[in-house]
Structure formats: C-alpha cells, structure tokens
C-alpha cells in the first residue's frame, strides 16, 4: 500500500525553464511534507519542506505548494539548471515531522539538458 | 561533524548467506533510521530508534531482518539468511529537533548496496 505516491518516474527539461515535480499521497494524517534529493551513489539530501498549515514553502529557486483537498503537493524549480538531474523523492510524516518518521515515494529522477 | 558513516559501501554475498550493515550516527542525533531502497517500492523504513530504543520495527520484511543500537554511536542492521530479493541500497539515517526548522531532519549515510547472488 503506496500512501506517497510519484507517478511521473521520470522528467526531462531544458536548462533555465522550469521544472514541475509531483507527488499524491492518500492518509490524510500526514501533517508535514518534504523534498528530498539524491545524487547516484550518494544519499538523500534534504531540500525543503512544508507543514499542513501553510499552502506554500519557497527558497530560493525552490517552491513546494500543497493542495490539501487533493492531496496533492509539487516541487517547482525556477529556473532549472544542469546540477539539478537527481531523483527527487517526496516524504511525508504523521507527526508533524517531530520524529522524523517519514514515507517516502518511488522518486523522479529530473534531467536537465543544457 | 563527518555525517553518518555506513559499512559496508558494497557487500556481494550468496543466497543463505549472514550480512550485517552498520551505521554510526552523526553525534548528538537521538534519532536512527534505517530504510531500503528498491525501484519498485522507492525508500521504504525499516526500523527507528529513539535514544537507542527501537520505536517501531513494522516495516522490518521478516524475522530474517534484525537491527540493534547497543550505544549512540552505532547501529547494526542484520539479514540472516539472505536472499536475492534482499539485495537493494541499505540506508542508515539520524536526526534531531531542530527549533530552527521546527521540525526533525533527517540526514543519511551514502548508503549499503547489497547484492545477494
């Protein structure tokens, strides 16, 4: 049972525009969201995050907007550069992210061609 | 701080095989997490500790899969047999509260990949 769901495997995109990045989950007891991303042979790296109470989280060329009524979050990248080809994974916790206990989804694994 | 240390980077065993992964957490962090990553099922969580003590162990596959934290610097995680629907990146991850970002971090090891022949 896949509570954290990223269903586009893969995105391609051209250097400087930007770049959408999706993620559906279905508890809704998830109260805490994040963006983690990962570089082959190096582990996940945080990016950003956002709490339920907010509809948008924004640093720097990163912006994470959350939809609560569909369950739904995305990852913007403004603008995209070639350092940015990674996977990305979405997470989500219960408990507001005091643990730390997240689940995560399959990831995206973002290429930006130059 | 040299963040969390996992061994070992690469581990090629046979079917029936014993494979322990460690992992020191980064000093300080309560927390410990230990998650595997597969294509199919992406980052899944094994097993977390809080302050030693394993808190939830759901996602532990079967009672192949054991993992201790005997101190706050260091962490096991145990397949015994293995087989080779057990190979997949292995990784340990710690974290703690932070008021800054209000909420717990994680940050993770460059990971375990275990191939099980």
């Known amino acids: 049972d896949q509570q954290v769901k990223q269903n586009s495997p893969s995105l391609s995109v051209q250097e400087g525009r930007i770049s959408i990045l999706n993620c559906d989950y279905t508890n809704s007891m998830f109260d805490y969201f994040l963006w983690y991303k990962k570089y082959p042979a190096e582990g996940p790296t945080f990016l950003i995050s956002i709490s339920s109470i907010k509809d948008k989280n924004e640093d720097g060329r990163f912006t994470v907007f959350l939809n609560k009524s569909a369950k739904h979050l995305s990852l913007h990248i403004v603008p995209s550069q070639p350092g940015d080809s990674a996977v990305y994974f979405c997470?989500?916790?219960?408990?507001?992210?005091?643990?730390?206990?997240?689940?995560f989804g399959q990831g995206t694994t973002l290429q930006v061609k130059p | 701080d040299a963040g969390v240390i996992q061994s070992p980077r690469h581990e090629v065993t046979e079917m029936g095989q014993e494979v322990t992964l460690r992992c020191k957490p980064i000093?300080?962090?309560?927390?410990l997490f230990w998650y595997r990553q597969t294509m199919m099922r992406g980052l899944e969580l094994l097993i977390y500790?809080?302050?030693?003590?394993?808190?939830?162990d759901s996602g532990m596959p079967e009672d192949r899969f054991s993992a201790k934290m005997p101190n706050a610097s260091f962490s096991t995680l145990k397949i015994q047999p293995s087989e080779p629907r057990d190979s997949a990146v292995y990784f340990c991850?710690?974290?703690?509260?932070?008021?800054?970002?209000?909420?717990?971090?994680?940050?993770f090891g460059a990971g375990s990949r275990l191939t099980v022949l």
């Open positions: 500790f809080n302050n030693n003590v394993p808190i939830d």
């Open positions: 991850a710690s974290s703690s509260y932070a008021e800054s970002s209000g909420a717990n971090v994680l940050t």
């Open positions: 000093s300080g962090h309560d927390y």
């Open positions: 997470a989500a916790s219960p408990f507001g992210g005091n643990t730390g206990k997240l689940i």
